[in-house]
């Protein structure tokens, strides 16, 4: 660990810039088909099979972004060519008749005939909604950062080894984070075995998110005592809302 006087040091901006090179340029190329891209948490491949769950919530997200994307000032996706009309007209129906093929029960020959034409654009970043502007001066509430000072004490005297808070979020903060969860295209299906879990993404997927980055570095500069080693990983899940109760 490190002592207060000596914190790791965070280069965010360089991570950011890396980690978007990574992303549009080796991991996730969109347009370019018949690459096989990864998740880094479980391996998933995004041009061999697919998850009806994942091609459902797609679609739902794509239609999200086609009603919310111009009233938020955006002129389209990602792409200069992967424009609103381009969505609504071309690719939303191509999600939909997969999804149907799928709900039909169609053969694996029909359903992969279907799920080819998504080749190239499914698990790729069309859209990433990322920022939050900088006039904000603190991501984490006021409240909240009393309780876990509280917290803080008693974690390093072994009263407690976790600590819970509502509210954690300022309320700009939470709806700039809301927006960015919706709209960015940066999601995983669940992994075998944990059908619970709708969808999944980290920090190398496309989770290098502006606000959740200022979290860590506030909560760091905030609890320097408690949180000593340097950031290494986001994680977010989208759960089933009719899903058991999260483990």
Same mark, same amino acid.
């Given at each position: 660990? *490190?002592?207060?006087?000596?914190?790791?040091?965070?280069?965010?901006?360089?991570?950011?810039?890396?980690?978007? *090179?990574?992303?549009?340029?080796?991991?996730?190329?969109?347009?370019?088909?018949?690459?096989?891209?990864?998740?880094?948490?479980?391996?998933?491949?995004?041009?061999?099979?697919?998850?009806?769950?994942?091609?459902?919530?797609?679609?739902?997200?794509?239609?999200?972004?086609?009603?919310?994307?111009?009233?938020?000032?955006?002129?389209?996706?990602?792409?200069?060519?992967?424009?609103?009309?381009?969505?609504?007209?071309?690719?939303?129906?191509?999600?939909?008749?997969?999804?149907?093929?799928?709900?039909?029960?169609?053969?694996?020959?029909?359903?992969?005939?279907?799920?080819?034409?998504?080749?190239?654009?499914?698990?790729?970043?069309?859209?990433?909604?990322?920022?939050?502007?900088?006039?904000?001066?603190?991501?984490?509430?006021?409240?909240?950062?009393?309780?876990?000072?509280?917290?803080?004490?008693?974690?390093?005297?072994?009263?407690?080894?976790?600590?819970?808070?509502?509210? *954690?979020?300022?309320?700009?903060?939470?709806?700039?984070?809301?927006?960015?969860?919706?709209?960015?295209?940066?999601?995983?299906?669940?992994?075998?075995?944990?059908?619970?879990?709708?969808?999944?993404?980290?920090?190398?997927?496309?989770?290098?998110?502006?606000?959740?980055?200022?979290?860590?570095?506030?909560?760091?500069?905030?609890?320097?005592?408690?949180?000593?080693?340097?950031?290494?990983?986001?994680?977010?899940?989208?759960?089933?809302?009719?899903?058991?109760?999260?483990?």
């Amino acid at each position: 660990s *490190f002592p207060p006087s000596n914190p790791p040091m965070e280069k965010h901006e360089q991570l950011t810039r890396f980690l978007e *090179f990574m992303l549009h340029k080796i991991r996730r190329p969109l347009w370019r088909k018949g690459l096989v891209t990864l998740s880094m948490i479980d391996g998933a491949v995004d041009n061999s099979v697919f998850n009806i769950w994942k091609v459902h919530h797609d679609a739902s997200q794509l239609e999200f972004i086609a009603n919310e994307g111009p009233k938020r000032g955006l002129t389209g996706l990602r792409a200069s060519n992967a424009s609103f009309e381009w969505l609504l007209k071309d690719l939303l129906p191509t999600y939909i008749a997969l999804f149907n093929s799928a709900s039909r029960g169609d053969s694996r020959e029909q359903m992969l005939e279907a799920f080819a034409e998504l080749d190239g654009v499914y698990n790729r970043p069309l859209l990433e909604v990322l920022g939050l502007g900088s006039e904000v001066q603190t991501v984490i509430s006021e409240d909240a950062l009393n309780a876990l000072a509280d917290a803080e004490v008693e974690v390093l005297d072994g009263r407690r080894s976790v600590a819970v808070t509502d509210g *954690f979020l300022e309320g700009a903060t939470w709806r700039a984070l809301q927006w960015e969860l919706q709209a960015s295209t940066v999601w995983f299906g669940s992994p075998t075995g944990r059908e619970h879990i709708l969808l999944h993404t980290t920090l190398v997927d496309g989770l290098h998110s502006p606000v959740l980055l200022r979290v860590a570095r506030e909560l760091r500069r905030r609890l320097p005592r408690l949180i000593a080693s340097p950031l290494r990983e986001i994680v977010a899940r989208k759960y089933h809302t009719t899903a058991r109760d999260n483990p």
